[in-house]
């Protein structure tokens, strides 16, 4: 009998997150200076107002919302990259580093070099690491020759393989994928929608973000749309999606 | 434990790495700045100051420590941005970048002990016992340069111009501090300015032990190492301090 465990594995309560940054018109120290300290050097954006939502263990999610509408940045809250203002969060589980394009991997460093960077920081032992490289020119497809060159010469399609590969090398327990999908090839976007399905049987959970509502359809349990910060409808892929298009008519 | 030094390990062996990446001399450049700064002065200031006996020593010296120090500065303050794409993908303390770009400095700093032992003893080095010194006191001077450095580094996230700042200010310093000149040479009512300058303790210290070859005086020893304290502390609070608003200004 496996252990019980409890079915969200994502919780977020009332969840406010803010930017700092600059104050209109003050964008350099001297600026600042000029000002006498009159004004704010920094002001806050209100990014996430008040976010709740819970995601189960082993679901895949779908996030939908305008671009600017605070996606990436729950994302980030989620991965524990950024602070939260006010609010309950509680991730149970480890996250995978968030896929997002150019992010994450050191753009004057070869692919080897950039799996065992990545592989050291998402806290993978040597012999995983090793694991992880044979995964990684498995599935990525990516030659030798390829993996031997610098990842600033790599194709956006390419880079995008590399990250990919590194992130679901390991059975993560969660996986975020922000907008990254859509770059790759016919082939590989299968491969990766067969490997995200393998490893939510596996018992690892989801949340993607797209644009595409059909591939929210075609692989997502549940979904959510988000907007100015904020949540407007959580529940069936079918509801959520047809709302998300009713913003653009 | 294990796993953190496997970490910190791993990414200072990828910035000593990227150092020397699309170099064909690789380290021999870092030995190269250090190498024209001493000709010059040699050429210039030995006949300048004929009251210091052997001048090459004496300025080499100090010469590789601020070399250190500058080389380290950079790199520190440019870490954590430079590696923002990393930070804004993976849950990683961002303190993982100075500490590795020290490191990696520290490394070359250790490597440049060969040959810049080599010219010393060309130059009339002749070691004691003391020399063995040098240990505590580059530990000492690490601490310092960790801790001021990571000061410019935080600032730096929010305002890039405090970098580009430092970068200009940093020859303005290099005169200010008595490397190519004793700073006895300064007129004695105004000696009590230079003595603001932390680096000024460090170049006595480094000077004491390879040019004097004698045991610094615990006036000294007691000064550096406060002051190291004091910037390690001071430097890990700020940077703690302001670590929560980096993501924001990636």
């Not at chain 2, 001077?141 to 935080?154: E, Q």
């Amino acid at each position: 009998m496996p252990k019980e465990t409890p079915k969200n594995i994502i919780s977020l309560k009332d969840i406010h997150a803010s930017f700092w940054i600059h104050n209109h018109g003050i964008n350099s120290v001297k600026d600042y200076l000029m000002s006498f300290g009159l004004k704010k050097p920094f002001i806050r954006k209100h990014v996430l107002k008040g976010i709740n939502l819970e995601i189960n263990k082993g679901e895949c999610f779908g996030l939908l919302g305008r671009n600017g509408s605070g996606k990436s940045t729950l994302l980030r809250v989620i991965a524990g990259i950024m602070p939260i203002d006010k609010g309950e969060l509680s991730v149970k589980g480890k996250v995978a580093p968030v896929l997002a394009l150019g992010v994450g991997l050191e753009p004057e460093l070869s692919g080897h070099e950039n799996i065992k960077i990545a592989g050291v920081l998402m806290g993978l032992t040597k012999s995983e690491i090793k694991k992880c490289r044979a995964f990684v020119s498995e599935f990525s497809e990516l030659s030798d020759d390829d993996l031997k060159m610098q990842v600033k010469r790599y194709s956006t399609g390419m880079m995008l393989r590399l990250s990919f590969s590194i992130a679901v090398s390991n059975h993560p327990e969660i996986l975020i994928i922000d907008e990254t999908l859509a770059v790759g090839d016919q082939g590989f976007q299968g491969k990766c929608v067969a490997r995200i399905n393998e490893l939510i049987n596996g018992g690892s959970t989801v949340i993607l973000v797209t644009h595409s509502t059909e591939e929210i359809k075609k692989m997502c349990d549940r979904a959510a749309c988000i907007k100015d910060g904020e949540i407007q409808i959580v529940g069936e892929v079918e509801e959520v999606t047809n709302y998300y298009t009713n913003i653009f008519k | 434990m294990r796993a953190q030094i496997y970490i910190l390990g791993t990414i200072t062996a990828k910035n000593i790495k990227l150092k020397y990446k699309n170099s064909v001399l690789g380290f021999f450049w870092s030995l190269l700045t250090p190498m024209v700064y001493l000709g010059i002065f040699t050429f210039i200031f030995s006949n300048a100051f004929p009251d210091i006996e052997n001048y090459s020593l004496y300025a080499i010296t100090a010469l590789v420590f601020w070399t250190y120090f500058s080389n380290s500065s950079i790199q520190i303050v440019n870490s954590v941005i430079s590696s923002a794409g990393i930070l804004k993908s993976v849950n990683v303390p961002t303190i993982i970048f100075p500490i590795t770009a020290l490191m990696a400095e520290t490394f070359n700093l250790i490597l440049s002990f060969v040959p810049f032992g080599l010219l010393m003893f060309y130059f009339g080095f002749s070691p004691g016992l003391e020399v063995l010194l040098i240990i505590p006191a580059v530990l000492s001077f690490m601490l310092f340069t960790f801790g001021f450095s990571i000061i410019i580094c935080a600032l730096n996230v929010f305002y890039r111009d405090v970098g580009i700042l430092w970068g200009t200010l940093m020859p303005a310093l290099f005169y200010f501090t008595p490397i190519a000149y004793s700073y006895e040479v300064i007129p004695i009512s105004y000696q009590w300015i230079v003595k603001f300058n932390p680096l000024f303790h460090y170049v006595e210290l480094f000077r004491s032990i390879l040019y004097y070859n004698e045991m610094p005086s615990s006036e000294l020893i007691l000064i550096t190492t406060v002051l190291s304290l004091t910037f390690f502390g001071l430097g890990l609070l700020i940077y703690k301090r302001l670590e929560r608003g980096f993501i924001s200004n990636f």
